[in-house]
């Protein structure tokens, strides 16, 4: 038997954590681990289900018992075939920073693995971190394709970046999306100035950088953006430290319409605000809420 305890902390709610762990039959489609989950039966708080999981080379079936608590934990128990005994649970809790992800348990190892019981258990935990990287980044990543999915369909195929960690993930998706092009700045002028080379050669552009350089950019702003009326979203995350305010003072300088997105459910108004193609500079502030809650 190999006991286990690991932990992974993921930027997002534990409802949406769950909301992932929970639907088991999902597993195969993130995990090249999981080669099949089939729900052979239901009993009171649980399910039953027949898996097939390929480690090394050798494929494992099992049946496995799955009791849940929503929201915070689930039970995995396998009762007949290759481990049975294995005892596993996810705990859930949230913390201001998102969700605090735990996999703890005792693995039950097949006879011909349990001589090699050392080099096994350093296999298995590296297995086990491996799929709560993939749970954090699937989980996490899904407000970032949504964000990147709305400007697609707003009809931007332009975008010029600055580093920021919250609009990582955005910017790496739209990297490597085919209908759009990415060229990353280093500085907020430049990338105005980058944006509106593209506009004037029939691109629709959007900047995508923190609140706190919105300063450095408005020189360009009001003296190559606004008089030429050019078209320019800019996209930033709302950094806080009392930025907001600020934000939106230098916004209304310029006069440039604004929306400012807390939740998940509220992404549309991205591609709505994207969309007014009239309006010169428009701007989206995201707040880091957008992340952590449902």
């Known amino acids: 038997m190999v006991s286990v305890a690991l932990s ?9 954590v769950f909301a ?3 639907d088991f039959e999902r597993a195969p489609q993130y995990s090249s681990y999981w ?16 898996t097939v999981v390929q480690v090394e080379g050798r494929k494992f079936t099992s049946v496995t018992r799955i009791t849940s608590q929503p929201n915070e934990r689930i039970d995995a128990e396998t009762v007949d075939g290759d481990g049975k005994g294995t005892k596993l649970t996810f705990k859930l809790t949230k913390i201001p920073e998102g969700t605090q992800l735990k996999l703890e348990g005792d693995i039950v190892l097949p006879g011909f693995a349990k001589i090699l019981r050392g080099l096994v258990k350093g296999r298995i935990e590296s297995v086990m971190k491996e799929q709560l990287a993939i749970i954090r980044k699937i989980t996490e990543k899904r ?13 931007i195929n332009f975008v010029c970046s600055m580093p920021c960690s919250l609009l990582s993930g955005i910017i790496d998706i739209i990297s490597k999306k085919e209908n759009l092009i990415h060229l990353p700045a280093t500085r907020e002028e430049e990338g105005v100035g980058i944006c509106a080379g593209a506009y004037l050669g029939g691109a629709r552009p959007a900047l995508l950088m ?7 950019s408005i020189n ?5 953006i606004n008089p030429c009326e050019i078209d320019l979203l800019l996209l930033m995350s709302n950094t806080g430290r009392g930025m907001e305010t600020a934000t939106t003072a230098l916004l209304s300088v310029i006069g440039a319409k604004y929306a400012i997105i807390e939740r998940e459910r509220d992404l549309d108004v991205i591609k709505t605000v994207a969309e007014r193609t009239d309006e010169g500079v428009r701007a989206v502030l995201l707040t880091p809420k957008v992340w952590k809650e449902a």
């Open 143 to 155: 407000v970032d394709n949504a964000i990147a999915d709305a400007l697609e369909d707003a009809g």
């Open 20 to 22: 992932l762990l929970s």
């Open 35 to 50: 080669k099949s989950v089939k729900l052979i039966g239901q009993e009171t708080g649980s399910r039953i289900y027949e």
């Open 210 to 216: 923190q609140n706190s350089g919105l300063g450095n």
């Open 8 to 16: 992974e902390t993921i930027k997002v709610s534990p409802e949406r």
């Open 220 to 224: 360009a702003l009001l003296s190559l």
